[in-house]
């Protein structure tokens, strides 16, 4: 497990922007945001089919995905969520790649997914509120967006 987990940071995550291509940086900055929503999911130990459909739409409107690209995507990210025991080289590449705008709409779209089944657990609040700090996102914009995205 450990090596096909070097593995994937090796070719999935691991880059250096100067020597990835730009499809190459999309496509880990795709990866790095859905295994971030996959570790909201799996936070409460339980498989939840609204969950994981709320991912797949939100992976889909997000980076305007086909369905090939987006099935490819979830599966990967599923298994890498299962996999990998730090969150910190994903919340890196998103610091080095996104806005504050944009990672607290990451931060917004981590919230709907936990919010989808009508039960917000515990342990998916606190994968949120790490991932919060991770991206340096302001308490007060962290309990706005969680607000907005319980409202729907």
């Known amino acids: ?6 593995e994937f940071f090796q070719t999935e995550i691991a880059f250096n922007t100067s020597k990835s291509t730009n499809a190459q940086q999309q496509y880990s900055l795709e990866q790095a945001c859905a295994l971030l ?3 909201v999911s799996n936070a409460d130990f ?3 089919s609204l969950e994981k459909e709320k991912i797949k739409q939100t992976l889909q409107s997000l980076f305007d995905l086909s369905n090939e690209k987006l099935a490819e995507l979830f599966e990967r990210s599923s298994q890498a969520s299962k996999d990998t025991t730090s969150i910190h080289p994903f919340t890196s590449m998103i610091n080095d790649n996104y806005e ?9 779209l981590m919230w709907k997914v936990a919010f989808v089944d ?3 657990d515990k342990y998916e609040e606190a994968v949120i509120r790490k991932v919060a700090d991770l991206l340096y996102i302001t308490h007060r914009d962290y309990i706005q967006v969680k607000h907005s995205a319980e409202q729907g």
Request: proline residues 0%.
């Open 118 to 120: 009508g039960n917000l």
């Open 100 to 108: 504050y705008d944009q990672k607290v709409n990451l931060l917004k």
């Open 37 to 39: 929503l996959m570790e």
């Open 46 to 48: 339980e498989e939840s």
């Open 1 to 6: 497990m450990l090596i096909k987990l070097k």
